[in-house]
């Protein structure tokens, strides 16, 4: 099985957290050194206390806000639902990948994989 980090959250808060942390999204958290789970931990922090700046009560539900039009305009999404569109970092196009159950929006070039999938 493969266990990606941050699994157990949501798509919308993991995705932005990783693109925040530069960390690829199928990184295994026992490949990540401490200082990048931190990174990813700080980065998953932030995306919070903003959802929570702009009245969400949690992040995916001020998603569902977002798209219904209610309101909520001030957050920005840098990686989900962004396939396609560039990187505010780098310019490189966001892609989407799938996983088994979920899939995940992120920079080819900002959030590279430690090592090769597969091995
Ligand atoms: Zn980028």
């Known amino acids: 099985m493969n ?5 157990g959250i ?3 808060y993991a995705d932005e957290s990783l693109w925040l942390a530069k960390i690829h999204p199928e990184s295994r958290s026992n490949e990540l050194t401490s200082a990048q789970i931190e990174r990813v ?3 998953a922090k932030q ?4 959802a929570l700046e702009v009245g969400g009560t949690s992040f995916d ?3 569902v806000n977002v798209n219904g039009e209610s309101g909520y305009f ?5 990686a989900y639902g962004q396939e396609g569109e560039p990187c505010e970092r780098c310019g490189t196009q966001i892609k989407r990948i ?3 159950n979920r899939s ?3 920079c080819p070039k900002c959030q590279k994989l430690a090592r090769p999938l597969g091995f």
Not at 3 to 7: D, G, K, P, V
Not at 47 to 50: A, H, T, W, Y
Not at 74 to 78: Q, T
């Open 98 to 100: 799938k996983f088994a």
């Open 10 to 12: 949501g798509n919308i």
């Open 3 to 7: 266990q990606n980090i941050l699994s």
């Open 74 to 78: 001030d957050i920005s999404l840098k």
């Open 47 to 50: 995306v919070m206390s903003q």
């Open 104 to 106: 995940s929006h992120f």
């Open 41 to 43: 931990l700080a980065s």
């Open 61 to 63: 539900e001020l998603y």
